[in-house]
């Protein structure tokens, strides 16, 4: 809501200082807007930017923070807002764009789980036998999952939590991450795109554009590939290979390169913008296939699991009834 508000204000052509001065005092206003409201216009009061009062609120993430303060710079502030308040930004992630639209199918599969780990004690129960109950398929997974499901739980927790840490920290060694990489890195190459089509419009140079985008962005990776870029550009390599598998992967690259011959400044604004429409298309159809592929594979294991439950359950029944004698 603050964004959008900001956003409508600074259309207007009202300044940013009277924006925060008017917000902080509007009684029906959420407290946390009011806050960041009184945070940025006491840093404006003060002859600071108004951005960095909304970072030191704690109320901003700090990548929203550092878009803000970059944008403030260069005077790109409505163009900022405009993507902050983008509808599909906060769905370019792997949890919302991947996990989310399948975790309904996690229920019956921890539900089918579940029950086949619980197995055991009944089928003990049904079945006096003790060579007949080891021999029974059900019985074997369901003592398998007791005595390596927690280890094995732990493990997936573990790589998962590594996944998440890795994602903006490795540098070397991504492939350990393997496939879970690629949408991260898919998603700093549209903020970069979108961050480089907004200064270049407002003339900035290469490197004012990489400097920009590392204030904004402070991960790990981030920083570590922002002066390798920066070195290159220096040196007088080509701006799109010194982006290459850094800021933007190499088929990108290699594109923006074919879309600025000659390294046109003018034309630097739209293809920056023609690449980031681009990631974001295809990294939500990737997102899509694996959305469905895990919804697929949750269902797999209900399945699975519940012909495995019910087969086991009419192996005890067929073997109760063959040591009674009924057949």
């Known amino acids: 809501m603050f964004y959008k508000i900001l956003a409508a204000q600074t259309q207007s052509g009202v300044r ?3 924006i925060c001065q008017m917000l902080k005092d509007k009684a029906q206003l959420d407290p946390g807007v009011k806050q960041l409201a009184k945070y940025g216009a006491d840093a404006a009061q003060a002859g600071r930017l108004a951005s960095v009062g909304f970072a030191d609120s704690g109320y901003l993430p700090a990548v929203d923070a550092g878009v803000l303060r970059v944008a403030e710079q260069n005077g790109s502030l409505t163009d900022a807002l405009a993507e902050l308040t983008d509808t599909e930004r906060d769905a370019r992630t792997f949890f919302t764009g991947v996990f989310k639209p399948a975790a309904f199918q996690l229920v019956p599969a921890s539900v089918a789980i579940s029950m086949v780990t619980a197995s055991p004690e009944l089928l003990k129960d049904i079945v006096q036998d003790p060579t007949a109950l080891e021999a029974m398929p059900l019985y074997i997974v369901a003592t398998f999952l007791q005595t390596f499901g927690p280890a094995l739980g732990v493990l997936i927790a573990l790589f998962v939590a590594f996944c998440w840490w890795g994602r903006s920290r490795l540098t ?3 492939w350990l991450l393997g496939w879970f990489s690629r949408d991260w890195l898919d998603q700093v190459a549209i903020a970069y795109c ?18 920009a985008f590392a204030e904004a962005y402070r991960s790990t990776f981030v920083q570590a590939m922002v002066p390798l870029a920066t070195r290159d550009v220096t040196d007088g390599r080509a701006y799109a290979a010194s ?13 923006l390169d074919a879309l600025v011959p ?61 040591q009674v004698g009924v057949f």
């Open 16 to 18: 940013l200082l009277t």
């Open 172 to 174: 070397n060694r991504r």
């Open 262 to 322: 000659g390294e046109d400044r003018e034309r630097y604004p739209g293809a920056f913008e023609t690449l980031a429409s681009m990631q974001e298309a295809l990294l939500a159809n990737h997102y899509a296939v694996r959305a469905r592929a895990l919804k697929f594979t949750f269902m797999a294991v209900s399945a699975g699991f519940l012909v495995l439950m019910f087969h086991g359950l009419f192996n005890a029944a067929q073997t109760v009834a063959t």
């Open 243 to 255: 982006l290459g598998d850094r800021l933007l992967p190499a088929d990108v690259a290699e594109l």
């Open 194 to 211: 979108r961050l480089a089509a907004s200064m270049t419009r407002q003339g900035a140079t290469h490197l004012q554009t990489l400097h």
